[in-house]
């Protein structure tokens, strides 16, 4: 069970970073206010704008 927990954890994380390089909004988060997944995704999402700011275009993220 707690391997599961990570791995949609990672995936949110992944995929939030992704939406942030790509330049997405926030608001685009698949997943339900005070969801745990939610404060994953949004972790990944603002890394992933800091990447974009700084020039970073994607491409590299899986």
């Not at 997943?31 to 491409?59: I, K, L, N, P, S």
């Amino acid at each position: 069970m707690k391997r599961l927990k990570r791995e949609i954890k990672d995936r949110a994380f992944s995929q939030g970073l992704r939406a942030g390089t790509t330049g997405r909004s926030m608001e685009d988060c698949p997943y339900g206010d005070g969801a745990a997944t939610r404060d994953t995704w949004v972790g990944g999402w603002e890394q992933g704008r800091t990447h974009f700011r700084a020039g970073y275009m994607g491409g590299m993220c899986k």
